[in-house]
């Protein structure tokens, strides 16, 4: 009979302990204690530090995962987005001119934006072209420049392949 209360009075401390440790430590961490024939328990560093007829036990801070909880609730709506690319469409602009130099824009419409471009001139095929990109701080447009030395009436065309942004 002795013997189970000092059995009971054991489990008593080491839970206690073991509470104790669970509700302050951090990480991995392994606790060590001796235990004394009479019941008495006390923290140590290791496993090799229990004398003579005390025990050793150890446990750690982390014990076996609970059950999942419930689901919670579902969250509020979110705001719209912005509308994506509705379609893709394109855009020519030329002019036919005789003068030594020459520009043209293709320009998508207004809110959409500019996804690539192109540029070509037409017989003779001496003229270069010596520009052609999106139009500089704005990119809604395709710019294209060229030089005509030969005085010869050409065609200088640009292209412009649009993504339609606007409902």
């Not at 019941?39 to 025990?55: E, I, N, S």
């Not at 520009?103 to 010596?130: E, F, N």
């Amino acid at each position: 009979m002795h013997s189970r209360i000092l059995a009971g009075l054991v489990l008593v401390a080491v839970v206690s302990v073991v509470g104790i440790g669970l509700a302050s430590a951090q990480g991995d961490t392994v606790y060590h204690a001796c235990v004394k024939p009479s019941g008495a328990m006390f923290l140590v560093d290791g496993p090799d530090a229990c004398k003579g007829k005390d025990t050793h036990i150890s446990w750690s801070q982390e014990g076996p995962a609970g059950p999942q909880g419930p689901q919670g609730e579902a969250g509020p709506q979110g705001e719209q987005g912005p509308s994506g690319v509705l379609g893709f469409y394109t855009r020519h602009a030329s002019i036919t001119t005789s003068d030594y130099a020459q520009a043209v824009t293709a320009w998508c419409d207004p809110g959409d934006k500019l996804t690539g471009g192109g540029q070509g001139v037409s017989y003779p095929v001496h003229q270069t072209i010596y520009e052609a990109s999106p139009v500089e701080g704005d990119l809604d447009g395709w710019h294209a420049k060229a030089v005509n030395p030969s005085g010869q009436a050409l065609i200088l065309a640009s292209w412009v392949v649009c993504a339609d942004m606007t409902p």
